[in-house]
């Protein structure tokens, strides 16, 4: 009885946050995938951000992420005359001891800050972030990330700061380092900016597709989470939740992209996940009709915006119409036959498999 009072007070506390993170798995995995939820770019006080790293950690286990990096400027060090951070481990290893046994894992990373060319590159499964500060040498860093068997990737290629139009576009510094296999990913999506360009720049070069935050500030007034928004998020098809698995799909660029409504990926894993989260009920009729009813439904936490492709007329609706998160939608279906079975072809137009390419798909109903 003592500790009743404790035991109520850690129900109304512990308990509304748990069933948030719940309730914000973001999307269902295919069938024997684990959907691994990332953001592989953050800053904090360490570099040029303005939070200390366990805010970090707090903000990713508010919003359901499975997977971390902290990934501070190593070269850039505003705040160096109040924190001289001899360290550049440090943002991660206290953004690890806060995490301690929860549901989140942190990757120790850093942002190799370079001019344009290579620009600023990301290093995330490194070992040591000291030993990849070279400040007069613009690839070392990146060597030395390959050499401890990290995953890098171009950050912002379409930074205003380096390419004063916005269009991402590779020097011969980055085709080199594609061709010596040191560059291993791009950013489609950074902050809230993205690149149509990139994504090409991705198929063409077979770079995995990532999205991330690169907050300085907090996730939350950056994308409105207060109101419904979410940070851009990059998914990983990995086989299952080990470390090791997680990095493996990285490197074969299996990944999906969340920014905004948009879904972005290579088509063939796009595919897949878009399929696991959208399913079809049975068609059923009204006695002497040939209107079939489909009860379609939304898995996921992004609206589904749809264009159907198929030979058939809609009763209520137009061919464009959308799904609202984990919600239902009965379309109305003027199949001119009694069916038991159906087809939809769809195009999700909100689902990018390259510059200005919608994701094409069927499901079956049932
Ligand atoms: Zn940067
Ligand atoms: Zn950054």
Not at 213 to 220: E, R, Y
């Given at each position: 009885m003592k500790n009743t009072p404790k035991t109520i007070l850690f129900l109304f506390i512990a308990l509304p946050s748990?069933?948030?993170?719940?309730?914000?798995?973001?999307?269902?995995?295919?069938?024997?995938?684990?959907?691994?939820?990332?953001?592989?770019?953050?800053?904090?006080?360490?570099?040029?951000?303005?939070?200390?790293?366990?805010?970090?950690?707090?903000?990713?286990?508010?919003?359901?992420?499975?997977?971390?990096?902290i990934t501070d400027h190593l070269e850039y060090q505003p705040h160096r005359s109040d924190l001289p951070n001899p360290d550049r481990n440090r943002s991660f290893d206290i953004a690890q001891k806060t995490a301690n046994d929860s549901e989140l894992t942190i990757i120790r990373g850093a942002e190799i800050t370079r001019s344009m060319p290579p620009g600023h590159i990301n290093a995330v499964f490194i070992e040591n972030a000291n030993k990849l500060l070279f400040p007069d040498?613009?690839?070392?860093?990146?060597?030395?990330?390959?050499?401890?068997?990290?995953?890098?990737?171009?950050n912002?290629?379409?930074?205003?700061?380096?390419?004063?139009?916005g269009i991402?576009?590779?020097d011969p510094l980055h085709i080199?380092?594609?061709?010596?296999?040191?560059?291993?990913?791009?950013?489609?999506?950074?902050?809230?900016?993205f690149s149509e360009e990139a994504i090409d720049i991705a198929l063409e070069n077979d770079l995995t597709m990532i999205g991330t935050?690169?907050?300085?500030?907090?996730?939350?007034w950056d994308f409105d989470i207060p109101q419904g928004g979410h940070r851009p998020m990059t998914f990983v098809l990995s086989k299952n939740e080990s470390l090791n698995e997680i990095k493996k799909a990285l490197f074969e660029g299996k990944t999906i992209v969340w920014f905004k409504e948009l879904l972005i990926g290579k088509e063939e894993h796009l595919r897949e996940v878009v399929k696991a989260n959208l399913t079809a009920s049975a068609p059923t009729y009204n006695k002497d009709e040939l209107i079939a009813k489909i009860v379609l439904e939304n898995h996921s936490a992004n609206t589904l915006?749809?264009?159907?492709?198929?030979?058939y007329t809609f009763h209520q609706d137009g061919t464009i119409f959308k799904i609202d998160p984990y919600s239902k939608k009965t379309l109305e279906v003027k199949t001119l036959e009694v069916k038991t079975s159906l087809e939809f072809p769809f195009e999700l137009l909100n689902g990018l498999i390259g510059q200005k390419k919608h994701?094409?798909?069927?499901?079956?109903?049932?």
């Open positions: 748990w069933i948030w993170a719940q309730e914000n798995r973001f999307f269902k995995a295919p069938e024997g995938v684990s959907l691994v939820s990332t953001d592989l770019h953050i800053h904090t006080a360490f570099s040029d951000g303005s939070v200390w790293p366990n805010l970090r950690v707090e903000e990713a286990l508010k919003e359901g992420l499975d997977l971390i990096s040498d613009p690839i070392a860093g990146i060597k030395e990330a390959n050499r401890q068997k990290g995953f890098v990737f171009w912002h290629p379409n930074w205003e700061a380096h390419r004063k139009d991402a576009r590779l080199e380092l594609i061709k010596e296999k040191l560059l291993h990913g791009i950013e489609v999506v950074n902050h809230i900016t935050s690169d907050v300085h500030k907090l996730t939350a915006h749809l264009k159907y492709t198929g030979p994701l094409n798909f069927k499901i079956l109903s049932p």
